[in-house]
């Protein structure tokens, strides 16, 4: 029975042990699994943690990246507004300059080069040049009765003003000859010959002082205590006036004592404008000792 017993013992016992040993396997198994997933958790959420700490450090690059990027865009922009803006500052003064410069020029079509041109011996103006415009003089600034000479119209408020205050000086002056067409200076200078000979006429009446008459803008002057002659007019005190004054209206005298050019004409007074009259005055020169390029840049302000 023992033998029997022992028998059903073991059989029992080897049932038991199978199962045992069955569900020993299993649980190892499920705690190899266990183990197994764990781990791979573990690492799979330290995976995370570390994708998540470099998408941070991405995400940061990138606003980094995206905040300079919007700062050097926003600095081009300005430089690019301020290079656009400096750009029309510079049209908007060029578009001034050029408004300058087209506005000179029109005045400058405006004025005859002529009046401001030099002559001598050898360059003489036109037998034909004849003024665009003569005024008659007013004749209480006449010398003589019933002359009516004529000069220029821009030039005769500078002249009327200039014997106005002579005259509130207490200076007599008049005028005595001013705009004379070559015709009537050719008759002129026939008269002269006739009465002097050729040679004094020459000296007298000769071709550069014609050409300023001819231009309309030059007057011969003459006070009173003379006898209507112009000789002897550099002794008067109209003459030191003159001298003193005329360049504040624009008049200078063509041929001072000593000149290099012509006699001494101490009555010929020629009207350039006051600023060039005025720089004449001040650098102790005269009208022909300056070269002819310099004083064109006088005569856009000839009227000023
Ligand atoms: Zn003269």
Redesign the pocket.
């Known amino acids: 029975m023992t033998v029997k017993h022992t028998a059903w013992v073991r059989s029992i016992s080897s049932n038991q042990g199978r199962v045992i040993a069955g569900f020993l396997a299993v649980i190892v198994l499920l705690g190899a699994i266990s183990w197994y997933g764990y781990t791979r958790l573990t690492a799979l959420s330290e995976q995370v943690v570390e994708l998540t700490a470099q998408l941070a450090s991405t995400t940061a690059v990138l606003q980094n990246s995206i905040a300079e990027a919007t700062s050097s865009l926003s600095s081009a922009l300005q430089q690019e507004k301020q290079s656009v803006q400096a750009q029309f500052g510079g049209v908007q003064s060029q578009v001034g300059s050029i408004t300058g410069t087209v506005s000179d020029l029109q005045k400058l079509s405006k004025i005859d080069p002529e009046l401001l041109a030099k002559y001598s011996k050898v360059f003489f103006l036109s037998d034909t040049y004849a003024p665009a415009r003569l005024v008659e003089i007013p004749p209480a600034y006449d010398y003589a009765e019933n002359k009516q000479l004529q000069i220029i119209p821009e030039v005769l408020p500078y002249l009327e003003k200039m014997l106005d205050q002579a005259k509130a000086d207490g200076i007599p002056l008049y005028v005595d ?1 001013a705009y004379r067409s070559f015709a009537v200076q050719q008759a002129l200078k026939g008269q002269y010959t006739v009465v002097y000979g050729a040679g004094t006429a020459n000296q007298f009446s000769a071709d550069q ?1 014609y050409s ?2 001819q231009l309309g803008t ?3 002057l003459i006070t009173t205590g003379t006898g209507g002659q112009l000789a002897g007019f550099d002794t008067k005190p109209a003459y030191a006036w003159l001298t003193a004054n005329a360049y504040r209206y624009g008049f200078v005298l063509s041929y001072p004592p000593h000149n290099s050019y012509y006699i001494f ?1 101490p ?2 007074w020629r009207f350039v404008g006051v600023k060039l009259a005025t720089d004449l005055h001040t650098a102790h020169t005269y009208f022909y000792e300056m070269d002819q390029r310099t004083i064109d840049t006088y005569l856009i302000s000839l009227f000023d």
Do not use: I, K
């Open positions: 000859s002082g300023e008459h030059t007057v011969d004409e009555w010929h």
